[in-house]
């Protein structure tokens, strides 16, 4: 390589890095702003169109938890809302996937698909919506059926709470 290249090579490649840290898009999840004019949220209760119960029970908390803790949004009464949040839990999927020697279940994986949709309260117009989020969760099937249930209810809690998260970035990011 000669002298002149060698010179300025420690440059060129400090100056491709930040090129690249800077157009990647990094950012802190759920970060992004939205209009001045919308600082309070409400979550309203989904629908339920499953067989399963509670499970929008532990959605609502679940996100009602994600904005508190972030603090993105003011979580308030449908009436001093800006945005209202409500949805659909469409369907709740449960299957074996694997399985003992003596041919038992031993592990369960269950899928939660909702339809969301984030409203403008004073104009009711629709600013977000994503339909058929879906999220995957397992859980063991050994022990007692009582202790199965119980960790069938565990993993819909995860998803809630991964659906949760999902929602409240995505709100922030995919406007």
């Known amino acids: 390589m000669p002298s ?93 996937i694997s399985y003992s020697p003596d041919d038992k279940t031993y592990e369960y994986r269950v899928i939660m698909t909702i339809d969301v949709v984030a409203t403008e309260a004073r104009s009711q117009q629709v600013f977000w919506r994503r339909s058929a989020m879906q999220e995957v969760e397992e859980y063991k099937a050994v022990d007692e059926p009582l202790t199965i249930d119980r960790r069938k209810q565990a993993a819909l809690k995860r998803a809630s709470q991964v659906l949760a998260e999902n929602i409240h970035d995505g709100l922030f990011t995919d406007f």
């Open 4 to 96: 002149r290249q060698k010179k300025y090579f420690p440059f060129v490649i400090l100056l491709l890095l930040l090129l690249l840290i800077s157009g990647c898009g990094y950012r802190l999840r759920g970060t992004g702003e939205l209009r001045e004019d919308l600082r309070k949220v409400a979550i309203l209760p989904f629908a339920n169109k499953t067989i399963e119960g509670r499970v929008e029970n532990d959605l609502c908390d679940a996100l009602v938890g994600e904005f508190a803790r972030s603090k993105n949004l003011q979580v308030v009464a449908a009436v001093d809302a800006d945005l209202l949040i409500t949805g659909t839990i469409a369907a709740i999927e449960n299957y074996a």
